[in-house]
């Protein structure tokens, strides 16, 4: 069956699901209100349709679908909910299952929990979509035969992701903050050549790391204070992933640089702020 489907927003992960769908016969919308240039561009090459308000676009649709920085994934769902749309609800961010639960109540009946894993979904066999939820199976047939691999799982989707991203992200952050910590011992020289000898593949991920967190550092906190809650809900210590969130706050200010190198990642984190020498060795030629 086609949809209507509102999509917020579209960012890197956004759009390419977007695409998915438009690509799948669905029409897909998006509010431009008070969004980026950046997404605006990434909206149209998705074939997206632009809305002029929050309340014309849910007059057209069906369903919606979130896909935003998981720090603002309650205030997304309480803006839809506040124009009493009573349609299919999607929250497909990094939210721990104490969040999805209170998104749940804010948007009603017709809610879908949902976690994505994989990079932005523009080629098949790369990315998935866990959702779990009563209309979970509506949600999975949109996205058939696309580059998206939707998938219906049973338990909780945002504990799934979670868990994913508890040692992803969590590990990334730990490499982070070892390779700060060494720096400041005068030891990164003689842990390399350890890690060499007995951790074969650690410093070359260890090197990778900042290039690959630094950028989405700023979004990376508010997943890990989400993974954090899960575990303390859980029972479990959180520690780890409030130090995570602590190390990724403090790489925020590399937010959107196109490049990010060891040095300027490591300044940051040792708490001497970005600096010219940062800012400059973070935006790259
Ligand atoms: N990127 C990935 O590889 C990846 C992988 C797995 C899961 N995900 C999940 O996908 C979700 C979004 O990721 P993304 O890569 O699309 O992020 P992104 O590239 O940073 O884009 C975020 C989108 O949300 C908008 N946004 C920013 N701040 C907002 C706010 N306070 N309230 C509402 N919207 C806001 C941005 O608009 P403007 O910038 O134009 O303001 C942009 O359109 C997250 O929940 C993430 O966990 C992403």
């Given at each position: 069956?086609?949809?209507r ?5 579209p960012g890197a992960?956004g ?5 998915a ?33 929050l309340?014309?676009?849910?007059a057209e ?16 769902a309480?803006a ?27 948007v ?14 523009w ?7 866990y959702?779990s ?7 999975a047939?949109?996205?058939?035969g ?7 799982v ?9 868990c ?18 060494a ?8 842990l390399?050549?350890?890690w060499?000898?007995s951790?074969p ?11 690959a967190?630094g ?27 409030l130090a ?7 790489l925020?200010?590399?937010k959107?640089a196109?490049?990010v190198d060891m ?20 935006d790259?030629?």
């Amino acid at each position: 069956m086609k949809e209507r489907i509102l999509l917020l927003h579209p960012g890197a992960m956004g759009a390419s699901v977007g695409a998915a769908l438009h690509g799948n016969g669905h029409v897909v919308r998006w509010l431009p209100a008070g969004r980026s240039a950046a997404t605006a561009s990434r909206a149209q090459d998705a074939g997206l349709v632009a809305a002029e308000t929050l309340a014309g676009a849910l007059a057209e649709v069906e369903a919606v679908i979130s896909v935003c920085p998981p720090h603002a994934a309650l205030e997304v769902a309480a803006a839809v909910a506040g124009q009493g749309f009573a349609g299919l609800y999607v929250d497909a961010n990094a939210v721990s299952p104490a969040t999805a639960t209170r998104i749940a109540g804010v948007v009603g009946a017709g809610f879908v929990d949902g976690g994505i894993i994989g990079p932005p979904a523009w080629r098949a066999g790369l990315t998935r979509l866990y959702v779990s939820g009563e209309e979970a199976s509506r949600v999975a047939g949109w996205f058939e035969g696309s580059p998206l691999d939707a998938r219906v799982v049973t338990g909780s989707a945002s504990a799934l992701k979670m868990c994913y991203a508890a040692y992803t992200k969590g590990s990334t952050a730990l490499l982070l903050a070892i390779r700060a910590l060494a720096e400041q011992a005068g030891v990164s020289a003689a842990l390399r050549a350890e890690w060499d000898i007995s951790q074969p593949g650690l410093g070359d991920r260890s090197e990778r790391s900042a290039a690959a967190a630094g950028a989405k550092a700023w979004r990376f906190a508010g997943e890990m204070r989400e993974i954090a809650a899960t575990f303390a809900a859980a029972g479990l210590p959180d520690g780890f992933h409030l130090a995570a969130a602590e190390t990724y706050h403090r790489l925020a200010p590399l937010k959107d640089a196109r490049q990010v190198d060891m040095k300027a990642a490591l300044a940051l984190l040792a708490g001497g702020g970005a600096g010219d020498e940062g800012a400059a060795a973070a935006d790259g030629p």
